[in-house]
C-alpha cells in the first residue's frame, strides 16, 4: 500500500460521515454487483469501514456478502428485519450485518420491489420521492468511511434516491453495446439529478468489465466508450473475464485456491485506483 492510499484511508477516517458512491448502470448484468461487493471487501481488508447497502430486490449481493459471512464463521447467518421493513419503520439503524472485519451489508429482499408502491403512497411530490431514503441514510453514514450502493437496473425510483445521497457514481460498464448505452442513460439522467437539485454529485470513474479477453467487440465498445466518456473517466485496470468472480456471487468471496486470489489480486488494484481516484478528486 503506497503512501498516497494510506493518506487517503486516513483523510476518509477524519470524515464526520461516510462518503457515499452509487455502483450504477441502466443495464442489468454488466457487473454492479460483483464490483460493488468485491471492492468493498478489498476497501476492507485495507482497513476501510465500508458498508454495501443492498438496494436491489433480487439481493444479489446480499445472497453473495452473507455466503461470504458464511465462509469465515462456524455459526448460522441469518437476516432479522428487511430493506422494506426499515423503511416502513422509518429507520435503518438496526439493519446492518457484520460479514468480515471492517465490512457490514445493509441487506435487502425480494420485498423491496414494493418500494415505488409505497413511496408514491407516502409521498405528495416528486422531489418527495427522489429524497425518501436520504435522511434514512443519514445515520448510518455516521458509522462507515464509505458506503457502497448496489441499484437495480430501470429502477428510477431507487436510481434517483441513492444518487441524490451519494457523493459520487461509480459506473459499471461491460463491453457490450447495451451496456454502453446504459452508461449513457445513465449520465444523462444523473445530469438531469443534478440540475434539478443543484446536487454536488461527481463521476468517480467508469470501470470495464470484459465479456471476452482480446474480442473484438470488446475492443470497439473499450474504444467507444473512451471517445465517449474521455480517457481520464475510464479506470486504467479492467475486469477480465474470470469465471470465479460468478463462483463468488454463488458462493460467496473466499480465498482459498489460485483462482480466488487471482480476482483477489485484480480487485486489489482496481480498489487502489478506486482510492487514487478518490485522493484526487478530494484531497488535491
Do not use: C, W
Amino acid at each position: 500500500m503506497n503512501d498516497k492510499i494510506k493518506d487517503t484511508i486516513g483523510k476518509l477516517k477524519e470524515r464526520n460521515k461516510a462518503l457515499t458512491i452509487t455502483v450504477g448502470n441502466q443495464k442489468g448484468g454488466v457487473g454492479k454487483t460483483s464490483n460493488a461487493t468485491l471492492i468493498g471487501y478489498m476497501l476492507a481488508k485495507k482497513g476501510v469501514k465500508t458498508l454495501v447497502a443492498d438496494l436491489d430486490p433480487q439481493s444479489n449481493a446480499t445472497k453473495a456478502l452473507m455466503l461470504t459471512k458464511s465462509n469465515n464463521t462456524e455459526h448460522v447467518s441469518t437476516i432479522d428485519k428487511t430493506l422494506m421493513a426499515g423503511v416502513q419503520e422509518g429507520s435503518l439503524s438496526n439493519l446492518p450485518v457484520n460479514i468480515v472485519n471492517n465490512l457490514d451489508l445493509l441487506p435487502s429482499f425480494i420485498d423491496f420491489k414494493d418500494f415505488a408502491k409505497f413511496v408514491y403512497r407516502n409521498t405528495q411530490t416528486d422531489s418527495e420521492v427522489d429524497h425518501y431514503l436520504e435522511p434514512l441514510f443519514e445515520p448510518l453514514k455516521e458509522n462507515y468511511d464509505i458506503i457502497l450502493i448496489d441499484v437495480p437496473p430501470m429502477n428510477p425510483e431507487v436510481t434517483n434516491n441513492s444518487v441524490v445521497m451519494s457523493d459520487y457514481v461509480l459506473i459499471s460498464l461491460q463491453t457490450q453495446e447495451r451496456s454502453l448505452t446504459g452508461a449513457e442513460d445513465y449520465l444523462n439522467e444523473l445530469a438531469n439529478l443534478k440540475d434539478e437539485y443543484s446536487l454536488n454529485v461527481d463521476v468517480l470513474g467508469i470501470l470495464e468489465v470484459l465479456m471476452r479477453k482480446k474480442g473484438s467487440v470488446d475492443n470497439f465498445i473499450i474504444k467507444n466508450a473512451k471517445e465517449e466518456f474521455g480517457q481520464d473517466n475510464i479506470f486504467e485496470n479492467v475486469i477480465p473475464q474470470m469465471e470465479r468472480i460468478k463462483r463468488f456471487d454463488v458462493n460467496g468471496i473466499s480465498e482459498v485456491d489460485f483462482y480466488d486470489k487471482k480476482v483477489i489480486g485484480v480487485y486489489n488494484q482496481v480498489t487502489d485506483e478506486f482510492l487514487n481516484r478518490i485522493h484526487y478528486f478530494e484531497y488535491e
